[in-house]
Every structure is written in structure tokens, then in C-alpha cells.
T-cell receptor
Framework: SQQGEEDPQALSIQEGENATMNCSYK?????LQWYRQNSGRGLVHLIL?????REKHSGRLRVTLDTSKKSSSLLITASRAADTASYFC???????????FGAGTRLFVKA | GAVVSQHPSWVICKSGTSVKIECRSL??????MFWYRQFPKQSLMLMAT?????????EQGVEKDKFLINHASLTLSTLTVTSAHPEDSSFYIC??????????????????FGNGTRLTVT
């Protein structure tokens, strides 16, 4: 990918379970963002974590950031069928204003 | 707030024809818009940065004569795929940010996306 790797590439879980997705990146960052994409649609911004933050919460979402390992994780707790989507992490290019996306994780939540 | 509208949502065209895709920021002004391309089950690849009143900046490997970008106003950017061929079939998505300091400060502020355009060239 342009920016880094995400794993797993695909994840299938039962409703009510937690889903964890990981992202690694290559450059120094001032923030890292997570986006969600429903099939055939545009992306929706979920959460932003700054480089000086280690963890952030938003509803059922929990994001962690480890700048020493250049990695981040997105945890969705108590998943629902409606969470089925692709999830992408994103960082900036060297200049700072272009958003570059990871390969994405396709999450499928079975009802 | 911060709604981006993209039109059309899908288009089928014959090989050799040109297709124009519009991207509008409905409730904010966007001096910069970004065009991405996405192949099935893959990530988004940044194609170009559209700049209001000036030339677009294309990413390496993207043909500027193939993918014409015009950003004539603070709320509208267009991407024209010229002389389309089957290999141009893809999902094209535009995005913008209401953060005017994005470029000046080099801040990767959150983007708002259109719903994409599915282009099929036959």
C-alpha cells in the first residue's frame, strides 16, 4: 500500500464479539486516523489520535497508538452486524497535508 | 456539516469517450480537494490534489493528460477521464476538508468524502 500494512486483511466475527484491527505505518506522524467504508460508498472519519496520545475512546471504539513501533490498533467492542465494513488507517505524507491510507481490514459481523 | 457530494454515483461509457465526475463541498469552502482511485477490495490510491484557481498536483505515475482536473471554484472540483479505456474502470472518490489551515500548517486534518463514482468502460 502507499502507507503501510494492516492486519488482518479480513476478519469475520459473531455479533457481540470484539474486533481488533492493526495498522503499521512508515513515516513520522502528527496524527493517525481511522476511517470506515461501507461497500461501494465513500469513507467516513471515525477517530483521530495525535502522536502524543497513546489511547483514545469514542463510543464503542478504542484506538491505541505506539509511535515507537509505528503501529496503531482499532478495537470495536460489542460488535453489531451494522459494523460490517472496511476499516482503514490513515496518516499524512511527508509534507503533512495529503492523507495516505493503509491496505484496510474487511470486517464481517455475523448476526 | 462538512458534506461532500459526488456525481454521478455510477457511469458506464464506451471505450474512447470521456467522462466527467463532479465533486462539490456543500456547506464549506474547499481550496483543496483530493481525488482517489480504488480497485475492488483494495485501498485508496491518491491520484491528485486539486487546487482552486491553480493547476492540480498529480501523484507519481498518474497521467495528467488522462485525468484532467479542474477546480474552478471554492466548492467544485471536476475529474475528467479522457479517452477512457477498460483499464480505467474503477471506483473514483473525492474528498475535502473544511480546515483551511490544512496546507499552510501541514496538518493532516480529517477528510470528508463523497460517495464515490463507479466507472465502467466497455
Amino acid at each position: 500500500s502507499q502507507q503501510g500494512e494492516e492486519d488482518p486483511q479480513a476478519l469475520s466475527i459473531q455479533e457481540g464479539e470484539n474486533a481488533t484491527m492493526n495498522c503499521s505505518y512508515k513515516t513520522s506522524i502528527n496524527n493517525l486516523q481511522w476511517y470506515r467504508q461501507n461497500s461501494g460508498r465513500g469513507l467516513v472519519h471515525l477517530i483521530l489520535i495525535r502522536s502524543n496520545e497513546r489511547e483514545k475512546h469514542s463510543g464503542r471504539l478504542r484506538v491505541t497508538l505506539d509511535t515507537s513501533k509505528k503501529s496503531s490498533s482499532l478495537l470495536i467492542t460489542a460488535s453489531r452486524a451494522a459494523d460490517t465494513a472496511s476499516y482503514f488507517c490513515a496518516t499524512a505524507n511527508t509534507g503533512g497535508f495529503k492523507t495516505i491510507f493503509g491496505a484496510g481490514t474487511r470486517l464481517f459481523v455475523k448476526a | 456539516g462538512a458534506v461532500v457530494s459526488q456525481h454521478p454515483s455510477w457511469v458506464i461509457c464506451k471505450s474512447g469517450t470521456s467522462v466527467k465526475i463532479e465533486c462539490r463541498s456543500l456547506d464549506f469552502q474547499a481550496t483543496t480537494m483530493f481525488w482517489y482511485r480504488q480497485f475492488p477490495k483494495q485501498s485508496l490510491m491518491l491520484m491528485a490534489t486539486s487546487n482552486e484557481g491553480s493547476k492540480a498536483t498529480y501523484e507519481q505515475g498518474v497521467e495528467k493528460d488522462k485525468f484532467l482536473i479542474n477546480h474552478a471554484s471554492l466548492t467544485l472540483s471536476t475529474l475528467t477521464v479522457t479517452s477512457a479505456h477498460p483499464e480505467d474502470s474503477s471506483f473514483y472518490i473525492c474528498s475535502a476538508s473544511p480546515d483551511r489551515d490544512r496546507i499552510l500548517k501541514g496538518i493532516n486534518s480529517p477528510l470528508h468524502f463523497g460517495n464515490g463514482t463507479r466507472l465502467t468502460v466497455t
